[in-house]
């Protein structure tokens, strides 16, 4: 029974593999005319450094936490200060899972546009597939860094150890740190990709309304 745990970073693994394949297929998929790349090209470029700022500033964090989780795991007998190196595998899966998302996205948006101008279904088809590979991107990284971070501290800490044991509590103790350095990437990203958004949205409005004298919801 065991040896079962070992398929639960495998088939993390299947699915990034997957998400690989998916990801190829929708890169192949035409991109439209060159105005049309241009565009494609500027989104893309201006959603890159969005990401590198975001980094920046959550790298700064990710270490002053890490060193904080560090320094109280420490002082406390039922928990290790491997829960930062935790910490920072959860962040670091995260931040990943977030660069997937964003590259799928810009350069799915203007495939799914190009197809639609053919067909809807190869449309439906193009954006459904870069969902997919946002979807099973995060599946498969969750999967395999808890697997595969849950292997190797069970290794440390509790090897061979019953399910009840104090040392496999320290186990999962320490692995809690993963969920937390995922999830605070996750909220970060969230906020600040909203905040981004809006400006741009916002950016588009005065663009669109002043300068072009386009009235709201005009379908140009």
Known sequence: ?????????????????????????????????????EISNY????????LRAEWKILGYFVVVVGMLLALMASSNPHSHWMIAVS???GAVFSATAGYIGMKIATLANVRTAQAARTSLSKALNVSFTGGAVM???VSGLAVLGLGGLYIVLKQV????AAVSSDEMFKTIEVLTGFSLGAESIALFARVGGGIYTKAADVG??????????IPEDDPR
Do not use: C, H
């Open 135 to 137: 979807g099973l991107g």
């Open 43 to 50: 989104i893309a470029v201006g959603a890159m450094a969005f």
């Open 157 to 160: 800490f509790a090897p061979g």
């Open 204 to 213: 588009a409005d005065l663009v669109g309304k002043v300068e072009a004298g």
């Open 1 to 37: 029974m065991d040896k079962l745990i070992y398929l639960v970073p495998l088939s993390g693994l299947i699915g990034l593999l997957y998400t690989l394949i998916k990801f190829n297929w929708v890169a192949k998929q035409d991109a439209g005319t060159d105005r049309m790349k």
């Open 87 to 89: 910490f920072v595998v």
